[in-house]
């Protein structure tokens, strides 16, 4: 079972009358696919003022976010090498995340009540995305503090790192991180992107 976005994409949308049917088969193919424990990755594409985001989550949680910058079809092929083949549009699966997505877009939602797969980030990598999961809303930290608040004050650019290979950006708040002189620094999702980011969270809406 790989990921074929772009097949499953025309299926739904070829032919008068037969979307729907598509659809039902879709979600009989989910349902079987879970009952037998063979859908190890569901993933959506959700639209948003960033542009359609890629959400995908193992039974453990929530394990990948994408922008589209990124090749949603590449990540997915990436899931399917590092977590498992076993990859399926199952929209539903992913209604929690994409409803808190929608709530903090519209500036509802402060803070993600959502369970999280890291299976992607190791070692010091996964400290500084444990760490940044408490940093707050509207509020912002430097490569430098972080660094220093794991206890590595020397490992500045491998902050850096750990938040340019982020596997669940927005949700994991790499964006709140910045440079010591204040500028934004870099971001997964493109500068704009966090410049969007860092102004919803100030109080403007994107």
Not at 113 to 128: E, I, M, S, T
Not at 152 to 167: D, E, H, I, L, Q
Request: glycine letters at 8%.
């Amino acid at each position: 079972m790989t990921p074929e976005p772009d097949v499953l994409r025309r299926l739904r949308h070829d032919g008068d009358g037969s979307i729907s049917a598509i659809g039902r088969l879709h979600e009989r193919l989910i349902e079987a696919a879970s009952s037998h424990d063979l859908l190890d990755v569901a993933y959506r594409v959700l639209d948003t003022p960033v542009g359609p985001l890629l959400l995908a989550a193992t039974p453990a949680g929530l394990v990948r976010i994408a922008f589209t910058d990124q090749g949603h079809d590449a990540v997915l092929d990436d899931l399917a090498r590092r977590v498992s083949p076993r990859v399926l549009h199952a929209p539903s699966r992913l209604d929690p995340a994409a409803r808190q997505l929608h709530e903090y877009f519209s500036g509802r939602r402060r803070r993600f009540d959502l369970p999280l797969d890291l299976q992607l980030a190791h070692g010091f990598r996964r400290l500084v995305l444990d760490w940044l999961t408490d940093l707050d809303y509207g509020s912002t930290a430097s490569y430098a503090a972080v660094a220093a608040a794991i206890g590595k004050p020397k490992a500045v650019r491998a902050v850096g790192t750990a938040c340019a290979t982020n596997p669940v950006p927005v949700v994991v708040p790499c964006h709140r991180v910045v440079r010591s002189d204040g500028g934004a620094g870099g971001y997964v999702g493109g500068l704009e992107t966090k410049h969007v980011l860092l102004a919803l969270e100030a109080g403007a809406r994107p």
